[in-house]
């Protein structure tokens, strides 16, 4: 048993690295990327998108999958995945490289979200699945943990690099910057390959899920699986429960259910209530705050190395509170946890909404004085004094920022300028790094008219259009630390509800017959969710605010606090057949 929640464990432990190692390496790669690959704000959201997208491809089959070969090949095939990605990533030189790396982690991912819970449910025994489903749970968190020291750890070299470089000629310096991150985020990503080797080999040891045994007519097999785990009074009383839920599956009475299975009062209420839990546990925005939260942080006023501090801080506290929600989740059960998480998120997102709203009112509109600076359909600028001072920037009061959204015709990008970024890059916009050309693929589609994207003939002649320029105080530490309690609530809140429960949501509520496509499907929807919300991230807090993104969380939040308090059952020492005799009647 201990052999089994360790190895399962550890596809928490990869499936929290594939959420939060971008968090980490973002920065530098924003840094490094934007200048050698010319990646526009919408591109880079696009990277830190792509591990959703993948777990939203691979959701689509996962379940199939796991049905065909089982849950432990199936496991096998997750981790050889995401050790496969790691290389790709890490040695990528160009944007597709590190697109296709990052979309394969996430279809490794997608695999261990449906397979992994699903293994667990059909393997453990009722008054021991809750805390099975949390040390998933708990292992997740401690990939984030671990996640966030590879970047801190990180960080701190790239800022003994800063301060070594200051010591150099202003060309040399920009150089020597930009290999320091350009090593750092890749370094990040060859971190995480240990990890992913002992899952691999690990899943291979397993033993199969005795339900899915027991569904192909391997009944010795099922019974030897949970001998494994179960003495054998328990063993037999649960083969007997197992073959009473076989029998009805195939019985004349159930043969009718059986042709369309989601559509029946028995299977769709449990089927669309997980949907809506899992859909409403991403719209709370949790993986896009963990994936930019050293970005969110940065903005909000913590400098440097401190920010990834705050961010190895944040995901210890998700890491403690989740063995908190271990001990709580099979006595106060699943119900309770989630109006307690869901009502503590909601208080946390509008707290640090009002905060980043109190910074972002004091900008200033230079969108007039910057359009004024565009030359040739390009533009040049630099955080120097004479240009912040051109643009009216007091001078002495601290560090500003300019931030800059800008189009070519139908093509569009967001840039931000700090004056206190040692490398004093410039602020460049051109038509070559800002119209992005049709791919062979994306030319075909264009032609059948499917393609959803700009297209690049629309800004051959387009001028540069200056759409919002902002100019503003770089907010005090201060102001940073406050932004940071309110995310600590946050994931406090996250990590005793939803972080816990939705897995338990995803695996118990589901019947027998449908569960594992249903899991597939409502898995599908969370990460649909989750990968909208990330791809549109950085474009959105470039023209409107980080305020935005956190008020939206935190209206989604009052729906899911709703659904829990008025729609889901307690399900807490019940069977999984129990579970699905309750929505039968």
Known sequence: MRYLLFIAGMGGLLYGIDVGIIAGALPYLESTASQAWQLSAQQLSFIVA????GSVLSSLFAG???DAIGRRWAMVLAGGLFTASIPLIALSDGYTALLLGRLLQGVSGGLIGVVVPLYLAECLHARQRGRGAALFQLLLTVGLVAAAVIGYIEAQGVEAAVETAKLLPESARAEALFDAKDQAWRRIFWMCLAPGVVFTIGSLSLA???RWLARRGRIEQARAALLRTRTPAETEA???DIGAGLALVHSDIAAPRATDPLLSRRYVLPFLLACLILACTQATGINSILAYVVNILNQAGLPGATANMADVGLKVLNAVMTVAAVALVDTRGRKFLLMMGSAGIVVALVAAGLLFRSAEGTQRDVTALVQAAVVNDGLSLRADGATLQALGAAGGNGPVQLTVAYAYGPFTNVQALRSDDPALPALAVSRDATVQQDSVIGAFFRKLHLNPFANPRDAVGAPL????????AVPPPSHGWLVALAIFLFV??????PGVCVWLALSELMPTRIRSNGMSI???INQFVSTVIAAVFLPTVGRHGYSTMFFYGAACTVVYFLAAAFLLPETKGKTLEEIEAHFAR
Do not use: C, D, K
């Open 50 to 53: 792509a591990v959703l997208l």
């Open 64 to 66: 199939a999958l796991a």
């Open 208 to 210: 199969e899920s005795p």
């Open 238 to 240: 649960e083969m007997r």
């Open 465 to 472: 259009r200056i759409e919002q320029a902002m100019l503003g």
């Open 492 to 497: 406090a809140s996250f990590a005793v509800g």
């Open 522 to 524: 409502a898995l599908l």
